[in-house]
């Protein structure tokens, strides 16, 4: 499956990168008060840096600063602005410090399907799918329109989820399991691959440690810059063929 064609000047692609939380909202606190908020805007900054650097891609963040935003907010922006890979970043905490690792997350199968059915019943379905007007077409057709185009969509953000792991590991570590998938409202973009970071738990004293690092961060992002070059040239390469 091929994804949307975008449309910047070049055919140039858009990574979308969405530090969770900001503003009133600190997100996770960890063993040291280090606050989930910081440490992800230092390492969505640090990866726009890295991929900015390798001038293979366009870059965009939906805060690079200490201000709040809705999930909604961030999943239009990644829409509005016709994302071609957006990468939400967290990093979580959890009852006791033995866990720890980063985790990449993707939209699971049923939650992708109950947002199908969702978006095809809102009243105004004009522009649900860049490019492709729906507010003439019937809700069987509509349903089947978004629900392949969200299929499409995992695809994309699955195989760069697996490519995002094969770069990170020899630099960080991961849970047991590296790849998972749940119902995140900020992944449920129809018509963006998305996945979702959890860097590390912030109840870890050790992964707090590598959070609060610019060495570390400049390491695992320069890994997932690999992985997003890989990716899309990937892409390229298979519509050339």
């Known amino acids: 499956a091929e994804?949307?064609?975008a449309t910047r000047p070049g055919g140039r692609k858009l990574v979308v990168i969405d530090p969770g939380h900001g503003g009133i909202?600190?997100?996770?606190?960890?063993?040291?008060k280090t606050r989930e908020k910081d440490v992800?805007?230092?390492?969505?900054?640090a990866l726009k840096e890295v991929l900015e650097a390798s001038g293979a891609v366009d870059v965009m963040m939906t805060r690079s600063d200490d201000r709040f935003l809705t999930l909604k907010e961030r999943v239009r922006f990644a829409r509005d602005n016709q994302a071609d890979l957006f990468i939400a970043i967290h990093a979580d905490t959890v009852r006791g410090p033995?866990?720890?690792?980063?985790?990449?997350?993707?939209?699971?199968?049923?939650a992708s399907d109950a947002e199908a059915e969702a978006l095809a019943h809102k009243e105004n379905r004009a522009d649900i799918i860049a490019?492709?007007?729906?507010?003439?077409?019937s809700e069987a057709v509509t349903d089947i329109l978004i629900d392949l185009v969200q299929r499409e969509s995992k695809t994309h953000a699955l195989v760069f989820a697996r490519k995002a792991v094969s770069e990170m590991k020899p630099v960080?570590?991961?849970?047991?399991?590296?790849m998972r998938s749940a119902g995140f409202m900020v992944l449920k973009a129809p018509d963006v691959p998305s996945v979702l970071v959890e860097l590390g738990y912030l109840s870890s004293r050790d992964d707090e440690m590598q959070l609060t690092s610019p060495e570390w961060r400049k390491r695992v992002a320069t890994a997932m810059g690999r992985a997003v070059e890989t990716?899309?040239?990937q892409q390229l390469a298979a519509r050339a063929e």
């Open 3 to 5: 994804a949307p064609a």
């Open 25 to 32: 909202d600190p997100g996770a606190i960890g063993t040291r």
């Open 40 to 45: 992800v805007l230092a390492y969505g900054l």
């Open 98 to 110: 033995e866990a720890r690792g980063a985790t990449i997350y993707t939209l699971s199968e049923k």
């Open 131 to 137: 490019g492709v007007h729906l507010e003439n077409e």
């Open 172 to 178: 960080t570590a991961f849970t047991g399991k590296p």
């Open 231 to 233: 990716y899309f040239a």
